[in-house]
């Protein structure tokens, strides 16, 4: 792993060195990107992982937006109301909202749009639970009606996590919200150029000429989107090295997450600068198929907590203790509902504890898969930790590697591993998207209704509705420490610590916001 890591800084310092005098800076007008993974999903309510919702982000809006403090503020809602019982809520859009098309936004639209998505995402099902109906008062207005109160309304619609509920035109919202929508038809601040798109190599975002922005100043997602660029180029580059080039010689104006083996290269390179952007940790995962043996059982998922090291998984992946820490809280430790209740048991790897858990689930040593990637370098290396610390307790893993995009598609495969499906992945998300019981992708216990892996808990469910449902902060914190403990039993997924995530910019790129992912407005280059 030392000897790796220490030839890619090799490598990576002989490309820049090499590179210095050839390349020349990008123009203005055009920012550069080599982004984290290559774009395959176009459909932000179909996938959660994090460059669909960066791309989704570009060409769409939602009704409201988190701000850098994750509050919602209105976005294409221009004013809002509820009724005295808090049954009823009745929203406005902005007056001007256009697709790139040309049409309107409606409200038909928006309803369209919301219904999708609540049968998709984490917060939206849980917000459809709640809803009675929505009505088109008309082009403008409309109203949702609730069967109880639930204030966490416009924190829903202003989701930036999970799948996220960006407005589309009527027709495409009426796709079947299993299969991906392929039109990229939005009205947000930039526009897809489908004619320039090269999967594997290029993605291309031209400036919405005719997108208005709000008055306020940028704040997060909120506020003001202003473009200060006429087009964004996503450049990509699997290889560390090659991008870590590339930013040095001004080949690009942001690496959007740098390999932690690079970091102190890229770091200590003329007119780059390396910063976070985000306020919360990101956590890392492996999640487990509960459809299928031996994970269909608790007691197996409750062994991955048992069998594993988080400490091994980190370095692993991110190297220098500098960026990471242990972590077994599902809600992120630093964030508003970061408690470990529950885990108390397997703070520390016992491998013989893990043994007889997955002896009493029935493991007899049958070859599970484990579908990975190194298009993304650290889930790839954690992939491996994962098979050699399962291999301690007796676990026969198949390490399938495959491009990222192949790996996030094969994740919705109901399958039995052998056809097709898979029994564990790692992952990682941001602290934005798990710190809450309501936006926490990993922890919806639905069956069916959950993200990828199927986890089935009545009991968490219902746990899950309480936090929603508690009428103070105190009855709050109560319900999330109640619901810790369940899920700490019950494992939807194995908690492996977190890690801050970095990125690289040239210091003549300014304007980068704070967010739960890379945005590409309010940024301008000198």
């Known amino acids: 792993m030392i000897r790796s890591r220490f030839a890619a800084l090799v490598g990576a310092t002989a490309l820049i060195l090499t590179a210095g005098a050839q390349a020349q800076p990008a123009p203005k007008s055009v920012l550069r990107v080599a982004p984290h993974a290559d774009l395959k999903t176009l459909d932000p309510v179909a996938a959660s992982i994090v460059i669909t919702r960066m791309h989704g982000l570009m060409i769409y809006e939602t009704l ?5 403090n994750l509050q919602p503020k209105p976005q294409m809602v221009e004013s809002f109301s509820t ?32 219904r999708r998505w609540m049968k998709r995402d984490t917060i939206g099902g849980k917000l459809g639970e709640y809803t009675e109906g929505m009505e088109a008062k008309n082009d403008r207005t409309f109203v949702l009606k609730l069967r109880k109160p639930m204030a966490l309304v416009p924190f829903a619609l202003g989701s930036a996590v999970g799948q996220i509920p960006v407005i589309m035109r009527e027709a495409d919202a009426a796709t079947d919200p299993m299969k991906p ?30 997108y208005v922005p709000r008055s306020e100043p940028a704040d997060g997602l909120a506020g003001g989107r202003i473009v200060k660029v006429d087009r964004v180029e996503w450049l990509i580059m699997p290889d560390a090295a090659t991008a870590a080039a590339a930013l040095q010689t001004g080949e690009i104006d942001i690496w959007e997450q740098p390999s932690q083996d690079l970091i102190p290269v890229v770091a200590a390179a003329k007119d780059v600068k390396v910063e976070r952007y985000s306020n919360l940790a990101n956590q890392v995962m492996l999640r487990p198929n509960s459809l299928h043996p031996p994970f269909d059982n608790p007691k197996a998922r409750l062994a991955l907590a048992y069998a594993t090291d988080q400490a091994e998984f980190l370095a692993g992946g991110f190297g220098d203790e500098e960026w990471w820490k242990r972590c077994n809280s599902y809600f992120i430790c630093g964030g508003p509902n970061g408690t470990e209740a529950g885990t108390e048991g397997y703070a520390k790897p016992d491998l013989e504890k893990a043994k007889q858990l997955l002896a009493e689930a029935g493991y007899k040593g049958e ?42 598609t094969r994740q919705q495969n109901k399958s039995p591993p052998d056809q097709g499906g898979w029994n564990l992945f790692v992952t990682y ?33 219902k746990l899950r509705g309480a936090v929603v449902d508690a009428p103070d902060d105190a009855a709050g914190k109560a319900a999330v420490e109640a619901l810790h403990k369940r899920l700490a039993e019950m494992q939807p997924y194995r908690v492996l610590g977190q890690f801050d995530q970095p990125y690289a910019r040239r210091a003549s790129v300014s304007g980068v916001l704070a967010a739960p992912v890379m945005l590409f407005w309010n940024i301008e280059k000198k």
């Open 83 to 114: 009724s005295d019982d808090k049954l009823s809520w009745t929203f406005t859009l902005r007056p001007g909202l256009k697709f790139h098309d040309g049409q309107p936004v409606t409200t038909r639209d928006v309803i369209a749009s919301l």
């Open 367 to 408: 070859k599970l898969v484990l579908t990975t990637s190194n298009d993304i370098a650290a889930i790839g290396r954690m992939a491996e930790v994962a098979a050699a610390q399962l291999k301690k307790i007796g676990v026969t893993v198949d390490v399938q590697f495959s491009d990222w995009g192949t790996v996030t």
């Open 181 to 210: 929508v392929t039109e990229t038809i939005g009205s947000g601040p930039f526009k897809f150029n489908r004619a320039e798109w090269r999967s594997g190599a290029k993605v291309v975002y031209d400036k919405n000429p005719d």
């Open 429 to 461: 998300a941001s602290g934005a998207t798990m710190q809450s019981p309501m936006t926490n992708i990993g922890t919806n216990m639905a069956c069916e209704k959950a993200w990828a892996g199927w986890p089935c808990d009545a009991e968490a469910e």
């Open 64 to 68: 409201f937006a988190w701000d850098a």
